[in-house]
């Protein structure tokens, strides 16, 4: 599996911004599509996952509300829809799937930064 995350940028806050993962190498059927963050000098954190087949989402509790996750199994890509954004989001942004049954995510995108000024 190939993951290509992009989207990210530099931004002041209060801006939206919206990230995509191309993902490509094989057919996904109930996997579960993830968005994660890591910050300068924190651990990488869950934001957000979505599934392949029934498009059920969930969210951290950080960000519901600004936070949306789509996908579209046609492009084969899922997006990240960051609204009236802060400092705090400042983080290297990571797109991950997980095959159904897995506890962790099997495969990982390279990132895309997103750095947010006040």
């Known amino acids: 599996v190939q993951l290509q995350a992009s989207g990210g940028g530099l931004v002041q806050a209060g801006d939206s911004l919206r990230l995509s993962c191309a993902a490509s190498?094989?057919?996904?059927?109930?996997?579960?599509m993830g968005w994660f963050r890591q910050a300068p000098g924190k651990e990488r954190e869950f934001v957000a996952s979505?599934?392949?087949?029934?498009?059920?989402?969930n969210y951290a509790d950080s960000v519901k509300g600004r936070f949306t996750i789509s996908r579209d199994n046609t492009k084969k890509t899922v997006d990240l829809q960051i609204d009236t954004l802060k400092p705090e989001d400042t983080a290297v942004y990571y797109c991950?799937?997980?095959?159904?049954?897995?506890?962790?995510?099997?495969?990982w995108g390279q990132g895309t930064q997103v750095t947010v000024s006040s």
């Open positions: 991950a799937v997980k095959r159904p049954m897995s506890r962790d995510y099997n495969w």
């Open positions: 190498g094989r057919t996904f059927t109930n996997h579960i």
């Open positions: 979505i599934t392949w087949n029934l498009g059920t989402t």
